[in-house]
């Protein structure tokens, strides 16, 4: 046992393997992220079995690579973490069979933390280290936004004592925004993951060209409590959630689609395919310098306007629960929290409404180990540990939910 505070977190809840070495939950000492993006490319998605053997591959190195960053040992450590849910269960699984016998070979506690959770931690640990171990804002609430390739989720979080209370307030119906980027990026015969792309591309269109709109989400269709289709969905029922604060975005996606049908745009994407990405295992040989020559006007128009659309819709739908609920500032943070358009636009809002608003540093936003190790920290104090029977949960929820 270690004695500094020093907990070695392990995420492998879909397609990246990491692994961090955080201090006290506000200072990292190491953090190694596996990418399984040159796998799933090809197939435009992960493919949940191709994911759990790349993280029985990478698990092992990634955690020593963790332990050489940090100039530590395995008895230097006092707890070891560990992402229980949500995720994929396969995948999920790799990381805590590691973790577990890891703890039980060194004797120290195991910590299961919630990936949503984490998310919000990357913030919050950005906000520590930036400020030498300090947190911004200490006992106000917040709202947060989870955006990413398999969450939408709006949460009230407060702290309290050292620790975390989280409420959903709102959360997609069905697609998670992320997954809306990756689907267009494909259908568009853009690179996997569609969000750096799309981003990119965005810079160089009209976001005025295309008047995608949101309609209002009728709550009543879903009150079957069906989970939404994402690729790490929480089955959170929707029924008691303010329908102001429920977000849909397959209906953007499918008019991407209808856009794409009625301009004749499909044999210009799959030639577009062709010219950047040869051969399915050099995904990505293309720049985007090359994806922008390879896009006429009116695809760079749709792109900004696709782009352009969601943010408004993020935007418009978190300061609304922010205002609704007097959350004090609010965080971003997933994967689609690396977007720019996103935080320029959240940015410029907050300052209009003389608001705080914080982001993680791009490699906090996409997924990591780092948040898992700050997540578990406040847990570890607590003496909040997992029992040795712990196993994965695919659909876990953080919080309770409600208005
Ligand atoms: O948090 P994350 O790494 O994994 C999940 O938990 O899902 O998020 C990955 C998602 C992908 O859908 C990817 O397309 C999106 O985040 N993404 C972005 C950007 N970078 C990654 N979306 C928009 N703009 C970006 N710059
Ligand atoms: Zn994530």
Redesign the pocket.
């Given at each position: 046992m270690g004695g500094k505070g020093l907990i070695l977190a392990i995420e492998s809840s879909?397609d990246?393997t990491a692994a961090a070495i955080v201090e006290r939950g506000s200072h990292t000492l190491a953090s190694v992220v596996a990418s399984q993006i040159a796998t799933h490319a090809r197939y435009g998605g992960v493919v949940p079995e191709l994911a759990s053997r790349e993280h029985l591959r990478a698990v092992v190195p990634v955690v020593r690579a963790a332990l050489e960053q940090a100039s530590v040992t395995l008895k230097d450590l006092d707890a070891i973490a560990v992402t229980s849910g949500p995720g994929l269960a396969g995948a999920l699984l790799v990381g805590i069979t590691y973790a577990k016998a890891l703890a039980y070979a060194q004797k120290i506690p195991l910590i299961a933390v919630n990936h949503l959770e984490g998310?919000i931690h990357a913030v919050l640990l950005n906000e520590r280290e930036q400020q030498n171990g300090q947190q911004a804002a200490k006992d106000e609430p917040a709202l947060a936004l989870v955006v990413?390739?398999?969450?939408t989720h709006l949460y009230l979080a407060r702290p309290a004592h050292g620790s975390w209370t989280y409420k959903l307030v709102g959360r997609t119906v069905d697609d998670a925004a992320?997954?809306a980027?990756?689907k267009v990026a494909k259908l568009l015969g853009l690179g996997y993951?569609?969000?750096?792309w799309?981003?990119a591309l965005a810079l160089h269109g009209n976001p005025r060209a295309v008047p995608f709109a949101f309609s209002r989400i009728k709550t009543k269709i879903h009150l079957g409590g069906k989970p939404p289709r994402t690729k790490?969905a929480t089955t959170a029922p929707i029924a008691n959630l303010d329908p102001r604060f429920l977000f849909s975005f397959s209906g953007i996606k499918t008019a991407v689609l209808r856009y794409v049908e009625l301009h004749n745009l499909r044999p210009e994407a799959e030639a577009r395919r062709e010219a950047l990405f040869t051969g399915v295992d050099a995904p990505a040989k293309a720049t985007i310098e090359d994806a922008v020559a390879a896009c006429d006007e009116q695809t760079l128009d749709l792109i900004a306007s696709f782009q352009h659309a969601v943010v408004g819709d993020l935007l418009k739908k978190t300061f609304a629960a922010q205002e609704s609920l007097g959350a004090s500032r609010i965080l971003v943070t997933?994967?689609?929290a690396?977007?720019?358009e996103l935080r320029a636009r959240f940015t410029a809002e907050a300052a209009r409404r003389n608001l705080a608003v914080a982001f993680p540093r791009l490699d906090l936003s996409?997924?990591n180990a780092a948040m898992i190790a700050a997540a578990a920290w406040p847990r570890f104090e607590a003496g909040e540990f997992a029992p040795a029977n712990l196993s994965a949960d695919p659909s876990l929820a953080l919080g309770s939910a409600g208005a």
């Open positions: 879909c990246e998310h990413s390739g398999g969450h992320g997954e980027y990756d993951p569609g969000g750096p799309i981003d790490a997933g994967g689609v690396a977007n720019r996409t997924d």
